[in-house]
């Protein structure tokens, strides 16, 4: 039987300075730095990504808790 998309509460918190805190039932995922193009995601774990987008970036963030939970 097939298991069923469940929902998840994103919270994006704004940290000012342009940055944006993410996360997922209470779990925090990273920030966006949003004073620099690319944009830089920096993951949980100190890791630094980069993105287009304010979108792609919290892509990015989700689609890494995806993978660890």
């Keep these: 039987m097939a298991s069923r998309n469940k929902a998840i509460n994103v919270e994006i918190n704004?940290?000012?300075?342009?940055?944006?805190?993410?996360?997922?039932?209470?779990?925090r995922l990273g920030t966006i730095d949003e004073t620099v193009a690319p944009l830089k995601v920096?993951?949980?774990d100190k890791r630094v990504s980069h993105a287009k987008t304010f979108d792609e970036a919290v892509e990015l963030l989700i689609a890494e808790y995806n993978l660890h939970h």
Excluded: T
């Design 14 to 27: 704004d940290l000012g300075n342009q940055l944006s805190e993410v996360k997922i039932n209470k779990v």
């Design 42 to 44: 920096i993951y949980g």
